[in-house]
């Protein structure tokens, strides 16, 4: 059950939900980010999943005597589809947003996306996000969608930019919907967007998110694990027309291995996108995953020249 609210505590309009497993001093960043949103009351709760040093030891000392921080603790780590849905038990706010520990906002992401959701009468709120590497440089920009292509885009591929970074949705029907699926470790977010995308959606066009793509990523997760995954989703969501993009998913799974330096890691997971029918495509890239370092996509654009210049706001971040 949440929480009473302390006497003299405004409830606030939104509540940041932060996942966390030693995830210092990424989270601290996040946190602040988080904490310095502008036009907004917000009250920040991070879910530290078993770190092996407690998070709130150190963030009460980076953020002593700040009222709209708390932090809660599993001793043992149960993921994140859990360690959201426990920070979302706790939220008091009408709205939460979902903020991954390494993620940084603009200070005026919320109050862009509350206005956006009351312009058009919706029920939650999505952005397109800047890609970003760990010194915060701009890599590209996944475009946010058009909200009504979203039903049909998130029945074949995760089309919500930037993770769970970006969106922002009503409390009370992020509870309704029975909050993130533990059964899924990988694609729980995608999940949770199927099952909120049958209620009014705005979109925000402007990147208000950097959203951090590290070299390791998804390289530490095998191929096969992510493909099971895609294939239960699609098992669990058929009946409302689903068709999961298999190959897809292994494309981007791959994509994160070969970024990490996991070749091998990554041609497996290339066959198995060729065995969902990514024939001879599938082939072709286990083959050049073995033989050539790096994502081709990261390869390609660094060639043209075509990396996005960093947002006015992006040096604004604490």
């Known amino acids: 059950m949440p929480p009473r609210v302390p006497t003299g505590h405004a409830v606030p309009e939104v509540s940041v939900l932060v996942p966390c497993r030693d ?39 980076a953020f002593a005597d700040e009222p709209r921080l708390r932090v809660v603790r599993h001793e043992r780590p149960r993921r994140q589809a859990a360690a959201r849905n426990h920070a979302l038990a706790h939220a008091r706010g009408d709205w939460v947003a979902f903020l991954d520990h390494d993620d940084l906002w603009a200070p005026h992401k919320l109050r862009t996306q509350l206005d956006a959701a009351s312009t058009a009468g919706a029920d939650w709120t999505y952005g397109a996000a800047l890609v970003v590497d760990e010194h915060m440089r701009p890599q590209d920009i996944e475009p946010a969608p058009p909200p009504d292509e979203l039903v ?27 909050g993130f699926d533990g059964a899924f470790t990988v694609i729980s977010d ?31 997760i095998a191929g096969h694990v992510v493909i099971a995954e895609g294939e239960a989703l699609a098992a669990k969501h058929r009946a409302s027309g689903a068709q999961i993009d298999i190959p897809w ?5 791959a994509g994160s291995q070969r970024r990490g330096g996991k070749r091998i890691a990554a041609a497996r997971t290339y066959l198995g996108g060729a065995r969902h029918g990514d024939v001879p495509g599938g082939l072709v890239r286990a083959a050049l995953a073995l033989v050539e370092p790096g994502a081709p996509s990261a390869r390609g654009r660094e060639a043209a020249g075509a990396r996005p210049l960093a947002p006015a706001w992006l040096h604004e971040l604490p």
């Open 249 to 253: 998913l292994a494309r981007w799974t």
């Open 152 to 178: 049909a885009l998130l029945r074949r591929r995760n089309c919500v930019p930037g993770g769970g970074s970006s969106v922002l949705a009503r409390t009370e029907l992020v509870r309704a919907a029975g």
């Open 23 to 61: 995830g210092w001093p990424d989270v601290r960043r996040s946190v602040a980010a988080a904490l310095a949103q502008r036009d907004v009351t917000v009250e920040v709760i991070v879910v530290d999943d078993g770190s092996d040093v407690p998070l709130a030891r150190q963030l009460g000392a």
């Open 190 to 220: 995608w999940d949770l967007w199927l099952r909120l995308a049958h209620r009014p959606a705005a979109a925000v066009t402007d990147p208000l998110v950097a959203f951090v793509r590290r070299g390791e990523g998804l390289s530490v």
